[in-house]
């Protein structure tokens, strides 16, 4: 590697992106503002092109929403990828930028996700104009997340990652202090099915259960069996984990429903065990409710498999953060069981994502995909210095 590009690897980030803080401060409030629905972003998506073509830069909207830039010359070094959509949730903040929409709120922090990637997109234009980055960087900027299976599909199918070697996201964390980050090589998040059961029978009395199809007792041995079966007949050491969130049958407590119905996720850490118990499921469903003569009608809507983080993607966020923020800022995080639709880009390149500490120091400890979730706005500037110097280091070769 040359002495050039060494420089530009070591090229520190804080000092380029301080004039753009106060923009980017400014962007994020008003995109946290107007949240929109997965595959609705249509303002989000004309705010960031606008952005970005003020900048100097060429973005290319997608179908739909969405959009990308390329920023360099050469070939492509490695993508970056945020995810721009709002959760269907009532924001209840108090903030002055809170949601203008009812009932639509940046809950998940893709506002902060969206923010970073602008960020890095400016800071990388700065290089790129001074001569020095040296290489190609495609940032992306992806819709529907929230919408299984996820709006990453529409960008790989659009041909976005056909010439990208690798690519980078992160998510915010609010249980990790702003100004840190987390880490992990292997599964970061699980897999995540929706599975949706529906009973039918004739119906009766519950003093004659014998005469019918008893199908309360049914729905609550699927409730209990199901999960305990498939931890049976596949591998503990994947996970899989199948939780129930609602069961809903009858309307008296004397009369035997002749409808009910079960539903729930099912997870799991393991991209070949994920396959395994998507295709059981359909029998272990039928083998606990054999003894119960019931009408079994089995709905499996398949999500994502798990964000699995390659080792050499994950040192690379590793090297860029010791040098921006610090090794003592990068922690081991723990796997999260909730999906994440960035997993299908990682099965088409390697990549890697990390946890983005959003919590203020002393502060109140939030959770995602909760309407008082109010992320400190300085995870911006970490976000955009890892991500930026992550993508420095791609292009000069190292890591």
């Not at 990828?81 to 949730?89: E, H, S, T, V």
């Not at 001074?130 to 960087?137: H, K, N």
């Not at 299984?148 to 990208?164: H, N, R």
């Not at 994440?340 to 995909?369: I, S, Y």
Request: aromatic fraction near 4%.
């Amino acid at each position: 590697m040359s002495a050039s590009k060494t420089s530009v690897a070591q090229t520190p980030i804080a000092p380029l992106l301080a004039p753009h803080l106060a923009g980017l401060h400014a962007f994020r409030r008003d995109v946290h503002s107007h949240p929109e629905l997965s595959f609705q972003e249509e303002r989000t998506t004309g705010r960031i092109v606008a952005a970005l073509e003020a900048a100097g830069l060429a973005p290319v909207r997608l179908l739909g929403t969405g959009a990308y830039v390329d920023i360099g010359e050469g070939e492509l070094a490695i993508g970056l990828r945020a995810d721009i959509d709002a959760l269907p949730l009532q924001e209840l903040t108090g903030l002055e930028f809170a949601s203008a929409h009812a009932g639509v709120c940046h809950a998940c922090g893709h506002d902060i996700h969206t923010t970073v990637m602008l960020g890095v997109a400016l800071v990388l234009k700065e290089l790129h104009d001074a001569g020095s980055l040296g290489g190609r960087v495609r940032v992306i900027f992806q819709p529907a997340e929230e919408r299984m299976p996820g709006g990453a599909k529409a960008v790989i199918d659009q041909g976005v990652l056909d010439e990208v070697p690798r690519v980078l996201a992160l998510h915010c964390e609010p249980r990790i202090e702003v100004g840190h980050i987390g880490t992990r090589i292997g599964a970061i998040t699980s897999a995540s099915d929706t599975i949706r059961i529906k009973l039918v029978g004739h119906g009766g009395h519950t003093s004659r259960p014998h005469l019918t199809e008893d199908l309360v007792f049914a729905l609550s041995q699927i409730a209990i069996g199901v999960p305990a079966v498939l931890s049976r007949r596949i591998d503990v050491r994947s996970a899989v984990s199948v939780v129930w969130g609602q069961i809903n049958a009858g309307n008296a407590p004397n009369a035997i429903p002749s409808v009910g119905t079960l539903s729930g996720t099912m997870r799991c850490l393991d991209g070949q065990a994920w396959e395994a118990a998507g295709e059981l499921l359909d029998d272990v469903v039928a083998q606990v409710a054999a003894p119960y003569n019931v009408e079994v009608h089995l709905e499996h809507i398949r999500g994502v498999p798990p964000v699995v983080n390659a080792p050499l993607e994950t040192a690379l966020i590793e090297d860029a953060a010791r040098g921006e923020i610090g090794a003592d800022a990068i922690e081991l995080t723990p796997q999260s069981m909730g999906g994440e639709d960035f997993a299908w880009m990682t099965q088409k390149r390697p990549g890697a994502m990390f946890r983005l500490g959003t919590r203020t120091p002393g502060g109140e400890v939030f959770d995602l995909h909760q309407g008082n979730y109010a992320p400190d706005e300085r995870a911006i500037e970490t976000g955009v210095r890892v991500m930026a110097a992550a993508a420095l280091r791609a292009v000069a070769g190292r890591g």
